[in-house]
């Protein structure tokens, strides 16, 4: 769930900050850039609104999931981790899983320094299944 944050004036002249509900990020980002109104949402963490210029007016508070990305090479590099298994649950009705994978495919996934395995599980894996995986993310981790 998003906000923007509107500021605007009340009866005595003061200062008043009014929120609003937004769905999709990238159209209330835009919107707010041409209102010239700051925008800070929490979990808008889609790497299109990475561009600063056309999304000038807002402050992610939680970040991109290109920064994440960037964040867990920079960890991997420091630890020398070469194997490297991404997890998600994935619903078949949703993209959140892809706008989230697919910086980490593009910064490690085409790496040559590294083995990248996108794992995905479904909306309620069974206890089976979560065992299969996590034999699937040792042996990957391994590079085996």
């Not at 800070?40 to 999931?65: A, K, Q, W």
């Not at 290109?66 to 867990?72: D, H, M, T, Y």
């Not at 991404?86 to 959140?96: M, Q």
């Not at 206890?127 to 981790?141: G, V």
Request: charge should be positive; glycine fraction near 8%.
């Amino acid at each position: 769930m998003e906000f923007y944050f509107r500021s605007k004036r009340n009866a005595l002249n003061r200062p008043v900050v009014s929120f609003c509900l937004c769905a999709v990020c990238t159209t209330a980002g835009y919107l707010l850039s041409y209102r010239n109104r700051p925008f800070f949402p929490e979990g808008c963490v889609n790497t299109v609104l990475d561009d600063h210029v056309e999304y000038d007016t807002m402050l992610r508070i939680g970040g991109s999931f290109s920064g994440f990305a960037e964040a867990f090479k920079a960890i991997t590099v420091k630890y020398g981790w070469k194997h490297v298994v991404l997890v998600s649950i994935y619903d078949n009705g949703t993209a959140l899983c892809w706008f989230g994978a697919k910086p980490f495919l593009e910064l490690i996934g085409l790496d040559s320094n590294y083995t990248f395995t996108w794992l995905r599980l479904g909306p309620q894996p069974t206890d089976e299944q979560l065992l299969k995986t996590l034999e699937k993310i040792r042996a990957l981790a391994r590079g085996l």
